[in-house]
């Protein structure tokens, strides 16, 4: 594998003069000179006539192993490590010095490995005293990886891996995130759910078990990310001229599909993207100019609007939307500008450092409506949902949440698309009536449903007419987006989690009806896309905080936006309740400090510092 050979000609160079020579052996003029120019054969890339230089050094120089030990590793740079292992057998080891023992181990395991000696490698990989030079680190951990996954030490082998996440950027990280889940999920399910069970949540581990589970196909309990600290609200020193957290790209590109089957949903979130870029002129945020890009929906469309978006100079990418984009984009060799996804992949890998992923979950919904459910003493459940993808998605997320707050689900029935006599779903969940109380007790048992508003005004009159009075809770696409008393009747008492902005409950944001009277995209169920859109431009000067200041969080218009370690933008969104057949919030509007949180930079006098460009389109 490349990793452990990421030690280039560059390192090989600094360990080539690093080498220590033994004090009382004194080099000659001539020695030094021509252990110089092996050097410059390294550098040259002449790595052949390098190691030879290197051997008649050690046959005529004053340190033989020292130089022994730099022929073979410039030989394994050269990828012949077969040449280096008669070396490393002669190699006196209690002459070396400094860090060469440990170097010498690490040839010595790589061969052993290439041997399938597994055994012998972990031995020379997790001895107590082994210490490497910092740039070694990374090859000692890969080594020792691969050697406990042989001896059958998975878990050992994704732990060494994790380790090794934080050092790695690009392609390489993101192949190693994918031996670790599948290193991990070579343990099987139950094992794994148990090592999960007993971790403490601050655990290093216990994100990438829930990974691998997640891909094995088990729902994981998601609870509501901490929200402590919102960006740009506090002044990192006396005398900064900048909100804390705020970096602004000098270019964006944006990548939409601007035709097609997805042309009307490129074009919500793209007017939701410059409505609010519009709107950051209020605060006298820098606005750079932006160019849009047809990704046209497609995997090739995608990879030649970010290439192009890359060479006309773009420092942040926003988009694609698709996950077959998104997947597309993941799979190349290198992204050199940081990239803002608006998908996750269809493979669910986990991106790389430099990218972060934003996306409307259905998983993300169903967990909230579990953690909103128990919060209100609601503890035993029962879940009606309809066929959709986003239903059954959002249904296996509650059940997770649910069963790891200590809850229970006591049932679970599914809607068919065509049917509107629900009767036998009903009947066959077995549901407390009204008399499954005694008066005046607190209910402890309610109902979650993830449907259509169509479906939803079918099923809760067939509720009422079986004497099922519980409590209902829902996700967002039970609300069409718009008020309509007459219609929503049907739907009086149900709660659901939804965008802040639908109900102008996040202050700091353009007046919703102000907007959607102006563009229709901003109506109905599009406006969901359309909030999207506008934090996806909120997000820009934010992100790399947000990944790296857990806690710390964006007051979105699709909900209150952290990170996760992954890089993954999570929502925490407003719960709102039908009265009257009108959906309102529940808590009125979300509590944020004074400070605005797109503050803008400063000079040093204090004025607001603009940026005359206007967005461009491609």
């Known amino acids: 594998m490349r990793l452990y050979r990421a030690a280039g000609v560059a390192l090989l160079?600094?360990?080539?003069?690093?080498?220590?020579?033994?004090?009382?052996?004194?080099?000659?003029?001539?020695?030094?000179?021509?252990?110089?120019?092996?050097?410059?054969?390294?550098?040259?890339?002449?790595?052949d006539e390098a190691a030879q230089a290197y051997l008649t050094l050690a046959q005529t120089g004053s340190n033989r192993d020292h130089y022994q030990l730099l022929a073979a590793e410039t030989y394994r740079q050269e990828g012949q490590l077969d040449r280096a292992a008669p070396l490393l057998d002669t190699i006196r080891r209690q002459r070396l010095t400094g860090d060469e023992p440990s170097r010498l181990d690490l040839l010595q395991a790589e061969w052993a490995l290439k041997q399938h000696n597994a055994a012998r490698a972990l031995q020379l990989t997790t001895q107590p005293n082994i210490s490497v030079p910092p740039t070694l680190n990374l090859r000692l951990l890969e080594l020792r990886s691969q050697a406990m996954e042989q001896t059958g030490d998975l878990w050992g082998a994704a732990r060494s891996r994790v380790e090794m996440d934080g050092q790695l950027s690009g392609l390489d990280q993101a192949q190693n995130r994918k031996q670790v889940v599948a290193l991990l999920g070579k343990l099987g399910v139950d094992p794994l759910k148990q090592r999960a069970a007993a971790m403490q949540p601050g655990d290093r581990m216990l994100p990438w078990v829930n990974e691998a589970l997640t891909q094995l196909g088990v729902a994981v309990a998601r609870p509501a990310p901490a929200l402590e600290q919102e960006v740009g609200t506090m002044i990192p020193g006396e005398g900064?001229?900048?909100?804390?957290?705020?970096?602004m790209p000098s270019r964006v590109a944006l990548l939409l599909p601007t035709s097609g089957n997805l042309g009307a949903a490129g074009t919500a979130i793209r007017e939701g993207f410059f409505a609010a870029y519009a709107d950051s002129a209020r605060n006298h945020t820098p606005r750079p100019p932006v160019r849009i890009y047809d990704s046209n929906g497609t995997a090739a469309g995608a990879i030649k609007a970010y290439q192009q978006a890359v060479t006309d100079g773009a420092q942040l990418v926003i988009g694609p939307l698709t996950r077959g984009e998104v997947s597309a984009l993941f799979g190349l060799p290198q992204l050199p500008v940081p990239l803002l996804a608006l998908n996750h992949p269809d493979d669910k890998s986990l991106p790389a450092s430099g990218v972060s992923e934003f996306g409307l979950l259905p998983e993300t919904e169903g967990a909230q409506a579990a953690d909103h459910m128990v919060e209100n003493g609601i503890t035993t459940a029962f879940v009606i949902v309809s066929n959709d993808d986003f239903a059954q998605r959002a249904a296996?997320?509650?059940?997770?949440?649910?069963?790891?707050r200590g809850g229970k689900l006591s049932g679970a029935g599914n809607l068919n698309g065509s049917g509107v006599n629900f009767a036998s779903?009903?009947?066959?969940?077995?549901?407390?009536?009204?008399?499954?109380?005694?008066?005046?007790?607190?209910?402890?048992?309610?109902?979650?449903?993830?449907?259509?508003?169509?479906?939803?005004?079918?099923l809760l009159p067939q509720l009422k007419l079986a004497h099922i009075n519980l409590p209902v809770f829902g996700t967002s696409h039970i609300y069409a987006g718009t008020d309509d008393a007459s219609a929503n009747r049907d739907l009086e008492g149900v709660e659901f989690c939804d965008s802040p902005w639908l109900f102008d409950a996040q202050p700091g944001l353009p007046n919703h009806a102000d907007i959607a009277s102006q563009l229709p995209a901003a109506r109905g169920t599009s406006a969901r896309l359309f909030a999207f859109g506008m934090d996806a431009w909120n997000l820009a000067p934010y992100i790399?905080?947000?990944?790296?200041?857990?806690g710390s969080y964006l007051p979105g218009a699709s909900g209150q936006l952290?990170?996760?370690q992954f890089g993954r933008i999570r929502r925490v969104m407003v719960w709102a309740k039908f009265q009257d057949g009108l959906a309102r919030p529940l808590?009125?509007?979300?509590?944020?400090?004074?400070?605005?949180a797109l503050a803008p930079p400063t000079d040093a006098s204090g004025t607001p510092q603009l940026q005359s460009e206007q967005p461009t389109s491609h």
């Open 544 to 550: 790399d905080w947000l990944r790296a200041h857990p």
């Open 587 to 596: 808590n009125g509007s979300l509590q944020m400090d004074s400070a605005p």
């Open 396 to 404: 296996k997320s509650f059940k997770a949440e649910l069963e790891a």
């Open 240 to 247: 900064a001229n900048v909100r804390e957290g705020f970096k």
């Open 425 to 458: 779903t009903i009947s066959g969940l077995g549901m407390p009536t009204d008399n499954g109380n005694p008066p005046g007790t607190p209910n402890t048992t309610g109902l979650f449903i993830s449907m259509r508003p169509q479906q939803a005004r079918l």
């Open 13 to 47: 160079i600094s360990l080539a003069l690093a080498g220590c020579v033994p004090p009382a052996a004194q080099r000659s003029p001539a020695e030094i000179a021509a252990s110089e120019q092996a050097d410059a054969l390294v550098q040259q890339g002449k790595l």
């Open 562 to 564: 952290t990170s996760d």
